[in-house]
């Protein structure tokens, strides 16, 4: 059984796919790891010619080894690093290769991201599309970022997600759209429990 749960930054689909993995008993891929592993090794890269191919090679070497500093790749500047390097094409065919053999295991297994229902994983047995107001996202990551004890300026969280939400939009090769198959989820007002008994009654409903 495969599980592909998209949908845009802080949207909760990363604590709604980790649920789903629980639930179902399937090993879960975070992709947005994926890709922000690789801006990180970007993180004193400046703009200029030289970054494209960096990002392809570093994206080209990744492995498991490099997903474990959750501490660095998690912040919100990651995220940013991130998205740049996701708008390169060759940077995600090297990630897609990764991600479809996580996806081949036996038994199956819950990615979520942006393409997975799309790109990674048309023919999953079950989609969602996660979506949710963006202010209540910035709240949640401000939260999330407090209760690890780090400081939170709002204002800029904001930006950086709405900064975030139009590189991934305009992404020329990621197509990050809600697949016609996938079913949306609104969780702008439910908690994450609601949210996780609605996406089980969904993957349980297209079984
Ligand atoms: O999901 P997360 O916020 O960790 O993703 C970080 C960034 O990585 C996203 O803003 C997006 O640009 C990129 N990404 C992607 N495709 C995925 C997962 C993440 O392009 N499947």
Redesign the pocket.
């Known amino acids: 059984m495969i599980i592909a749960v998209?949908g845009?930054?802080?949207s909760g689909?990363?604590t709604l796919a980790a649920g789903l993995a629980r639930h179902y008993q399937l090993p879960h891929l975070?992709?947005?790891?994926?890709?922000?592993a690789v801006?990180w090794a970007l993180r004193d890269e400046p703009d200029g010619p030289d970054f494209e191919a960096k990002a392809i090679a570093a994206a080209q070497r990744l492995d498991a080894a490099h997903l474990g500093n959750l501490e660095a790749?998690?912040s919100a500047n990651?995220?940013?690093l991130?998205?740049?390097?996701?708008?390169i094409g060759e940077v995600?065919v090297a990630?897609r290769q990764y991600?479809r053999e996580f996806a081949r295991q036996p038994g199956g297994a819950v990615?979520?991201?942006?393409?997975?229902g799309t790109v990674?994983c048309p023919d999953a047995d079950a989609k969602l599309f996660i979506v949710a107001d963006s202010k209540v996202r910035m709240e949640r990551r401000a939260r999330q970022l407090e209760l690890r004890g780090l400081p939170v300026d709002r204002y800029a969280l904001y930006h950086q997600i709405e900064e975030?939400?139009a590189?991934?939009m305009a992404?020329p090769h990621?197509g990050?759209y809600k697949a016609d198959d996938a079913h949306l989820l609104d969780t702008t007002l439910l908690d994450i429990e609601a949210s996780l008994r609605a996406a089980i009654a969904i993957v349980d409903g297209t079984m």
């Open positions: 998209d845009p930054a802080a689909k990363g975070d992709t947005g790891l994926l890709y922000r801006g790749l998690t990651t995220g940013i991130a998205s740049r390097v996701a708008v995600r990630m991600q990615l979520d991201g942006r393409d997975i990674i975030r939400d590189r991934d992404n990621g990050f």
